[in-house]
């Protein structure tokens, strides 16, 4: 199968490549993803030698792989589309796979059914099912992709795979953090009256924390966005009232005669926000963050004096440790797909970048990495098809 | 009325005072409690002066105050026997009034009301009631104390004064810790299979914890306790099991077919114990805490791989924001009295230290003051009438 992914630079031939392996740190210790919420981690200098592909961490090659066999668990997908997230760029640069293996990334997929496992229930050759998938497994850059039936489900038939593509990962993150997270209950009559304020509401996750408060509470929401089109956007998938996180919070909320906030959704940049949120939020309310904050920016300390939570959301957990209830991501998906085909929901694709290969994968990762970098971003950014 | 309370060095007239004004924080500063959730914050040195009652952050005065009389909300209650607990010595050590007013401590109180304000519903003179209070209000170590209404209940007729004293506060953090910030389903299946860890299961907090989590849930209850006394303390209120937070938390539960555990109260040292705790939290657990832990030894980012929460209980939240729901408090005690009522909960009074005033508060406090420095410690200190 063709495949995008990216090697060890020690199992690179190349004539300008001068790396000591004494010095490089133990692949393993970097394959299995501790690093992956830890900030503090970098990319050695070592690995940031000439020749070019040793510079640069967004640099990926196209390569063909055996295909894969579904274990019982899996089905084996032909993917036809994906989306790429911020979680590419960090695997990227934190994570080595061992020498002379390749590391797939990508994390939101849409694709037809090709093979089943025995126990893979609910699903026939065939289906075109849409998933995020588990961190700790070969991505959805390839033609052909193993993911656990637990964590798949039909995708909406209103769609484009393009379209489709855009959703899984950030909307099963919003759905978590919104639903077992934070544990708002749902109704148009929910949580009236109370607010939920979400910083970078015009992102990927934003799109879709917005959309389904909107969609299933009775929350006020109120995003933040920085630039005018982000602005809009964010009011066009629900928010009622959009500031600028780059201005004083307290003041924009006063002046919408807001003085206090019962939820936070805090999705990016959360050290540079945290006392101001902490500021903002009333007594008894709740915060949830999905990002690498700097431990040093926040004072824990700041939460007690109101009994505030403060509530971690990492999509990949229910996968990662093979939860008891890891099939919820599964319902989550087949629930989104329904609301989706009902009109209420809509695709965050904002960009459709051409066909899955390394150049365009590339381009998108750049951009993924100004948006680490602080750059503002609207919606998804979808790759569809094999040249 | 009689009272015992604390003044502003400043405020005392002795020889060898020679404390310098200028090198004093701001009284005003230090009375609006901000710095009550600040483990850095520290008496300065220039406090510490000869003489004794200077250089002792647990000295007390027998002081005459005049009667206070209730605003439109309060209950004004006589007092008949109070608890103390570790906030006592805090508010000591960390909060000075202005020169010239005392300050009063003490926030665990039953006595009878003497007088209502004119929207003080549900009560009567004579009314042998039982409340924590507001920590920003006169304590209720005086003959006579102002509290407001939303936060009182009437007392179990089951107990006595000195029973009953030692159970509000900490029946207060108890319940919201469990069914307001842990949001705990109750009933006898509630949870049922999810294993509650309580560290300093043996103390104020944890016995009421343990208590009301077997009585009102189905959660399996392990406590910690490092001395059998405190071991054995901790089944009579409610753990299944019990281990010692001194050795390894983990080999310990593995010993009890423990391997994560879904929920945690922290509720003593958490600094110490906090990556353990992480450690042995199952994905998507929660972990609620009640003290001032060191900062540097909470690393926040170690909460993400597993999509974890962290809940701040302070009892007194409620009443310093006067919140919407306050009167949450009143029903607390009102439900917990009924409990007690029914013998479902019993007292966790341990010691009857003797009449209300200087000398027994102040070796109330010295042993409070040994607990916070870590000394292990049972049940409550109560004390009980006037000379």
């Keep these: 199968m063709r495949a995008v992914g990216y090697q060890h630079p020690a199992s690179l031939d190349h004539p300008q490549h001068s790396l000591d392996s004494q010095e490089l740190p133990d692949p393993q210790d970097l394959l299995n993803s501790q690093h992956l919420a830890d900030p503090e981690y970098q990319l050695s200098p070592e690995y940031l030698v000439d020749p070019k592909y040793l510079v640069d961490p967004e640099y ?49 997929a849409v694709g037809r059914v090709e093979a089943l496992g025995q126990r893979a229930g609910g699903f026939a050759v065939g289906d075109r099912v849409w ?25 909406p038939q209103s769609l484009t795979s393009a379209e489709a593509a855009a959703l899984p990962l950030t909307s099963l993150t919003a759905w978590e953090l919104l639903f077992d997270r934070l544990r708002l209950p749902q109704g148009s009559d929910a949580a009236a009256g109370q607010v939920l304020l979400v910083v970078a509401g015009a992102g990927g996750v934003g799109s879709m924390v917005l959309q389904l408060a909107r969609q299933l509470t009775g929350l006020t929401l109120v995003a933040t966005a920085s630039q005018p089109e982000g602005q809009a956007w964010a009011r066009h998938c629900g928010a009622h009232q959009v500031i600028d996180h780059k201005l004083p919070l307290r003041t924009q909320l006063a002046a919408l005669g807001i003085e206090a906030v019962q939820w936070v959704a805090s999705l990016s940049h959360t050290d540079q926000h945290f006392d101001a949120l902490v500021d903002l939020l009333a007594p008894q309310g709740a915060l949830a963050l999905i990002d690498d904050p700097n431990p040093a920016a926040i004072n824990l300390l700041s939460l007690k004096r109101k009994s505030l939570s403060l509530h971690w959301e990492l999509m990949f957990t229910r996968s990662l440790f093979q939860t008891a209830d890891m099939a ?25 970048l051409g066909p899955i290969n390394a150049a365009n994968l590339t381009a998108a990762h750049r951009q993924l990495a100004g948006q680490l970098a602080g750059q503002s971003s609207i919606g998804k950014i979808v790759l569809e098809g094999w040249d």
């Design 131 to 155: 998933y995020a998938g588990p961190l700790n497994r070969a991505g959805c850059n390839a033609e052909l992709q193993l993911v656990d039936w637990r964590l798949v489900a039909r995708a």
């Design 60 to 108: 990926l090659v196209d390569i063909e792989l055996p295909d894969p066999s579904p274990g019982a668990d899996d089905l084996l997908v032909r993917v036809e589309a994906v989306a790429v997230n911020p979680v590419d760029v960090k695997v990227r640069r934190r994570e080595l796979p061992p020498p002379g293996a390749w590391r797939l990334l990508g994390w939101d």
């Design 328 to 352: 919820a991501q599964g319902g989550i998906l087949q629930r989104v797909a329904e609301l989706v085909d009902e009109n209420r929901l809509f695709s965050s694709c904002r960009q459709i």
